[in-house]
């Protein structure tokens, strides 16, 4: 608003002369001031609404799922009984919850270690110049681009236990097929291959965005004074990095956690619980079978969320400080 | 930092190989998506589609052009509503300094970290109460909420490196908000305009989960269904998955090739995915 006023043409010294002027100039500027908040508010507003109908009302029909007990008949007329934090009780003593969690955690922290460090040395790779760089960091791009759904069936055709060329491959080494989806020992491992190889391309592009940020006279002076690559590495690349890194790592954390199509398509979450995480325990409780249990599904969202928003605030926290 | 000649080709050649790696997997969904019925499990299995068929392709032809064409309508509807949200707000919180434009950017932020199956459970009640279950419609609604936040965090971006010149100028031929925003600003914001395009149209072309809990019994279903159910009822004919799956890729190699400046541009503006 502050902005508003200084554009206002200056009043000219004549205007001085009658205090009635004054009056209707003031009153002028007024209505101005109204008139400018109002169009702003115009542009805003539909964003404002929008958020309100398509964000806050479904988190609040969520938490209103998790609060009550709803049944496929209550769900449509609507009158299902207050329950309190029954719903929350029901799922923390379930012998999903302990497994659930601790995949979810496992898939989260091992994704993006490996694709941070995957990413981080793809580009150092990329940063120096060569032929076609451009172009082949533009292939990377690929797997991250890709509809979900086909990547997921991708790795699971070439994970499949009798026809997959994964098994092949070892098989021409001398090792015993794997039941990579199909066994616990190997389905979350399994999974966690392709989320990493979903998940390179995203360190990878920002990483590098990162790199190019760091002027060059560093490495130049540094190898004058005769630090060699690694030490280059250690002394320059990865302290200047760290406020990139920890923006990709807490934004790889936030959304490997909500991470569902994947592990739903590749495995079901399964066998049994092996490859279960929050995300797909949520949506099997819901949706997954024909007696759907929305109240308990609507719980384990909302622990995800509270995960989801700890780390997010964190990331919000780390960013205002760069920007300051 | 001059590199030798010789050094920077050896490492084109680290680099092509690396490359080959990374995309050994969509290499393989091609040669799959062209092999006969009867090879599919033959071993060793054909590193080279040797004889090729299409009868993948005529199957996705058959059974999955009303799928895509239902794609095609809800990722342009998701980038058209997208649009008119979030390029007006984009300029407000830009450029009009909005009394709690910054409860409105964390807002923003905020909703990205939200998991879209906790969406999709809350849109599923909404929904059922509204009965908008399995309208294409109520889904680019559900898809449109991937991209909003980006879209309005993009323009923010944009719009505020507008020169002030520009805008200075239009006000002083007597144009209003209305007027500046549509005749000065988003014109010159055209690259804004087209990686949020592009992003909202890759999301809603790629989404599975809202399609899956909001219209999975709908007439209208996105191809990401179409796969689905492939997957779910014929699971031997893997030729026919796999070409769908190829189909179902060509919009993101599209984008890669038409537009390879603007999707960097979006990744790295802090990009989203789930």
């Given at each position: 608003?502050?902005l508003?006023?200084?554009?206002?043409?200056?009043?000219?010294?004549?205007?001085?002369?009658?205090?009635?002027?004054?009056?209707?100039?003031?009153?002028?500027?007024?209505?101005?001031?109204?008139?400018?908040?109002?169009?702003?508010?115009?542009?805003?507003?539909?964003?404002?609404?929008?958020?309100?109908?398509?964000?806050?009302?479904p988190?609040?029909?969520?938490?209103?799922l998790?609060?009550?007990?709803?049944?496929?008949?209550?769900?449509?007329?609507?009158?299902?009984?207050?329950?309190?934090?029954?719903?929350?009780?029901?799922?923390?003593g379930?012998?999903?919850?302990?497994?659930?969690?601790?995949?979810?955690?496992?898939?989260?922290?091992?994704?993006?270690?490996?694709?941070?460090?995957?990413?981080?040395?793809?580009?150092?790779?990329?940063?120096?110049?060569?032929?076609?760089?451009?172009?082949?960091?533009?292939?990377?791009?690929?797997?991250?681009?890709?509809?979900?759904?086909?990547?997921?069936?991708?790795?699971?055709?070439?994970?499949?236990?009798?026809s997959?060329?994964?098994?092949?491959?070892?098989?021409?080494?001398?090792?015993?097929?794997?039941d990579?989806?199909?066994s616990?020992?190997?389905?979350?491992?399994?999974?966690?291959?392709?989320?990493?190889?979903?998940?390179?391309?995203?360190?990878?592009?920002?990483?590098?965005?990162?790199?190019?940020?760091?002027?060059?006279?560093?490495?130049?002076?540094?190898?004058?004074?005769?630090?060699?690559?690694?030490?280059?590495?250690?002394?320059?690349?990865?302290?200047?990095?760290?406020?990139?890194?920890?923006?990709?790592?807490?934004?790889?954390?936030?959304?490997?956690?909500?991470?569902?199509?994947?592990?739903?398509?590749?495995?079901?979450?399964?066998?049994?619980?092996?490859?279960?995480?929050?995300?797909?325990?949520?949506?099997?409780?819901?949706?997954?079978?024909?007696?759907?249990?929305?109240?308990?599904?609507?719980?384990?969202?909302?622990?995800?969320?509270?995960?989801?928003?700890?780390?997010?605030?964190?990331?919000?926290?780390?960013?205002?400080?760069?920007?300051? | 930092?001059?590199?030798?000649?010789?050094?920077?080709?050896?490492t084109?050649?680290?680099?092509?190989?690396?490359?080959?790696?990374?995309?050994?997997?969509?290499?393989?969904?091609?040669?799959?998506?062209?092999?006969?019925?009867?090879?599919?499990?033959?071993?060793?299995?054909?590193?080279?589609p040797?004889?090729?068929?299409?009868?993948?392709?005529?199957?996705?032809?058959?059974?999955?052009?009303?799928?895509?064409?239902?794609?095609?309508?809800?990722?342009?509807?998701?980038?058209?509503?997208?649009?008119l949200?979030?390029?007006?707000?984009?300029?407000?919180l830009?450029?009009?300094?909005p009394?709690?434009?910054?409860?409105?950017?964390?807002?923003?932020?905020?909703?990205q970290?939200?998991?879209?199956?906790?969406?999709?459970?809350?849109?599923?009640?909404?929904?059922?109460?509204?009965?908008?279950?399995?309208?294409?419609?109520?889904?680019?609604?559900?898809?449109?909420?991937i991209?909003?936040?980006?879209?309005?965090?993009?323009?923010v971006?944009?719009?505020?490196?507008?020169?002030?010149?520009?805008?200075?100028?239009?006000?002083?031929?007597?144009?209003?908000?209305?007027?500046?925003?549509?005749s000065?600003?988003?014109?010159?914001?055209?690259?804004?305009?087209?990686?949020?395009?592009?992003?909202?149209?890759?999301?809603?072309?790629?989404?599975?989960?809202?399609?899956?809990?909001?219209?999975?019994?709908?007439?209208?279903?996105?191809?990401?269904?179409?796969?689905?159910?492939?997957?779910?009822?014929?699971?031997?004919e893997?030729?026919?998955?796999?070409?769908?799956?190829?189909?179902?890729?060509?919009?993101?190699?599209?984008?890669?090739?038409?537009?390879?400046?603007?999707?960097?541009?979006?990744?790295?503006?802090?990009?989203?995915?789930?």
């Amino acid at each position: 608003m502050t902005l508003a006023r200084a554009d206002r043409p200056q009043r000219s010294p004549a205007a001085s002369r009658a205090t009635a002027t004054a009056t209707a100039d003031a009153r002028d500027a007024r209505r101005r001031r109204l008139r400018g908040r109002l169009t702003t508010w115009a542009f805003v507003a539909p964003l404002v609404l929008y958020l309100a109908a398509f964000y806050l009302y479904p988190l609040y029909r969520n938490v209103d799922l998790s609060l009550h007990h709803y049944t496929v008949r209550s769900f449509v007329d609507g009158d299902a009984p207050f329950s309190g934090l029954d719903n929350f009780r029901q799922v923390l003593g379930d012998p999903t919850f302990w497994p659930a969690l601790r995949n979810t955690m496992v898939f989260t922290l091992v994704s993006i270690a490996l694709q941070y460090g995957a990413g981080l040395a793809l580009a150092v790779f990329f940063n120096r110049r060569f032929r076609l760089s451009g172009l082949l960091r533009a292939l990377f791009l690929i797997p991250w681009l890709l509809p979900l759904i086909v990547s997921s069936s991708t790795w699971a055709w070439l994970l499949n236990s009798e026809s997959g060329l994964v098994n092949f491959g070892l098989h021409l080494v001398g090792v015993a097929p794997v039941d990579w989806l199909t066994s616990p020992a190997w389905a979350l491992n399994s999974v966690i291959l392709a989320n990493i190889w979903i998940g390179i391309p995203f360190n990878l592009v920002i990483l590098h965005s990162g790199l190019q940020n760091i002027p060059a006279d560093l490495y130049e002076a540094a190898s004058l004074d005769g630090a060699n690559a690694w030490q280059q590495f250690r002394r320059i690349t990865f302290p200047l990095l760290r406020p990139v890194s920890a923006i990709v790592l807490l934004l790889g954390f936030v959304y490997t956690l909500k991470v569902f199509d994947l592990i739903w398509i590749m495995t079901k979450g399964g066998p049994g619980d092996s490859s279960t995480t929050l995300a797909t325990w949520s949506y099997r409780l819901g949706f997954g079978s024909l007696l759907p249990q929305f109240g308990p599904g609507a719980a384990v969202g909302n622990i995800l969320i509270l995960i989801a928003l700890v780390f997010g605030l964190l990331y919000i926290r780390v960013q205002r400080r760069q920007e300051a | 930092m001059i590199t030798p000649v010789r050094r920077s080709r050896g490492t084109t050649a680290i680099g092509l190989v690396l490359t080959a790696l990374m995309l050994f997997p969509v290499y393989w969904m091609l040669n799959v998506s062209l092999t006969p019925q009867q090879d599919m499990r033959k071993s060793p299995p054909d590193l080279f589609p040797l004889h090729p068929t299409f009868s993948g392709y005529q199957a996705v032809l058959r059974d999955q052009l009303p799928y895509l064409l239902t794609s095609l309508l809800i990722g342009l509807g998701t980038v058209a509503l997208t649009l008119l949200i979030s390029a007006p707000a984009g300029y407000a919180l830009a450029r009009l300094r909005p009394r709690g434009g910054g409860a409105v950017s964390i807002a923003l932020l905020v909703a990205q970290m939200v998991p879209g199956i906790v969406m999709a459970m809350g849109f599923y009640g909404i929904f059922v109460d509204l009965g908008l279950m399995n309208t294409w419609w109520g889904l680019i609604v559900a898809d449109s909420t991937i991209a909003v936040p980006f879209g309005v965090m993009i323009f923010v971006a944009f719009m505020s490196g507008v020169p002030d010149e520009l805008t200075a100028a239009a006000k002083m031929d007597g144009a209003g908000a209305f007027r500046t925003f549509w005749s000065v600003v988003l014109p010159v914001s055209r690259n804004a305009v087209v990686t949020v395009s592009l992003f909202a149209f890759l999301w809603a072309w790629s989404d599975f989960v809202f399609a899956n809990t909001l219209d999975s019994g709908g007439d209208w279903r996105p191809i990401t269904l179409g796969i689905y159910r492939y997957i779910g009822n014929n699971n031997q004919e893997w030729n026919a998955i796999m070409a769908t799956a190829v189909v179902a890729s060509l919009p993101a190699a599209l984008l890669l090739v038409l537009a390879q400046r603007y999707v960097a541009a979006g990744v790295t503006a802090g990009a989203v995915k789930d």
